[in-house]
């Protein structure tokens, strides 16, 4: 019984490998919604810093953003 066990903990770990190393990344391209807003930590970050650049907002207000959206418990992490 030990040994199917550690059979069955080796095929559940390259199963784990094999979809993680195969599942879509869904930060790979930037992606916005209808209304053009940013919808991932990709077209979030691009966002800021274009808007950094056109000198819309400061330093402080980019790195809130990117904190808000793309944080630990960021909005863009619930795709």
């Known amino acids: ?3 199917d ?8 770990l ?4 094999v979809g993680r190393e195969t599942a879509p990344d ?3 391209a930037p992606t916005f919604g209808k ?6 930590c990709r077209a ?3 966002a800021n810093l274009d808007a950094w650049q056109e000198k ?3 330093a402080d207000d980019i790195f809130l953003s ?5 944080g630990q418990n960021g909005y863009a992490w619930d795709l």
């Open 1 to 3: 019984m030990g040994k």
């Open 5 to 12: 066990i550690g059979w069955l903990v080796i095929v559940a």
């Open 14 to 17: 390259i199963a784990f490998g």
């Open 26 to 28: 869904p930060n790979a």
């Open 35 to 40: 209304t053009g807003l940013p919808k991932n």
């Open 44 to 46: 979030v970050i691009q």
């Open 56 to 58: 819309k907002f400061s």
């Open 66 to 70: 990117i904190e808000r959206n793309c």
